[in-house]
């Protein structure tokens, strides 16, 4: 079984660009989720789709990010325009339930630098 | 901010156990405890987690206090390819997971 894909690995984009990071979910999880660290910090809740819609986007930091999950199926995090401090990891996850006994399989993350 | 505290790193001696304890005093009654390790900067990865009873898998062994405010992640025989970053998480009834700093795990030759 495929696990958690994130497209790209990495990314290298100049300040006020912009840059559409890649998601996909294990086959059959409605839970995903985004989370980033950034550079000395600890990993940081993103937000949470069930399905396509949004159920908790308390830890997105602005509104230069927008996700999106189109159908219920891949999601797509776009960071526009991006400025130094999105500079990290941004790691995706999926889970099947959602709920508190329902663990959440990471994808390898994409590292994203702005210069 | 992290609702679990662990110590900052360790060291374990290769074929020995690791055993890597986690505080958790604020969690609450349907909160399970999650493990997971980060290897270098890949994604985290899942080893075990548990509600009140102890917990055995392929991987690892969680020992849950019965006051359920700590918990010891069990390595039984820890090699070198278990270096990693293993962090502790109370999973919320939001369901998004708050990470902490971790321990810092090293696998000794």
């Known amino acids: 079984e495929a696990g958690v894909t994130q497209f790209p690995s990495h990314s290298v984009i100049e300040k006020g660009q912009t840059v559409t990071l890649r998601c996909d979910p294990i086959?059959?999880?409605?839970?995903l989720y985004w989370y980033r660290r950034v550079m000395g910090k600890e990993i940081k809740f993103l937000l949470h789709?069930?399905?396509?819609?949004?159920?908790?986007e308390s830890g997105m930091p602005n509104n230069r990010f927008l996700a999106e999950r189109t159908g219920g199926t891949y999601s797509t995090l776009k960071v526009q325009p991006a400025e130094l401090e999105d500079s990290g990891v941004y790691f995706c996850a999926s889970s099947l339930l959602g709920l508190g006994a329902d663990e959440q399989f990471f994808g390898p993350g994409t590292r994203l630098t702005v210069l | 901010d992290a609702k679990t505290t662990q110590p900052p790193s360790m060291d374990c001696a290769e074929g020995r156990a690791a055993n890597l304890p986690c505080n958790h005093s604020t969690i609450s009654g349907n909160e399970y405890v999650y493990w997971y390790r980060q290897i270098h900067s890949q994604g985290p990865q899942y080893i075990i987690h548990?509600?009140?009873n102890n917990e055995t898998n392929e991987m690892a062994s969680l020992i849950i206090t019965e006051d359920r405010k700590s918990s010891t992640l069990i390595l039984p025989h820890a090699t070198l390819r278990d270096t990693a970053v293993y962090y502790c998480?109370?999973?919320?009834?939001?369901?998004?997971?708050?990470f902490g700093t971790g321990t810092r795990l090293k696998v000794l030759a």
């Open positions: 789709f069930v399905k396509e819609s949004k159920q908790d």
């Open positions: 086959s059959g999880h409605d839970n």
């Open positions: 998480i109370e999973g919320s009834g939001t369901y998004k997971y708050i």
């Open positions: 548990g509600l009140k």
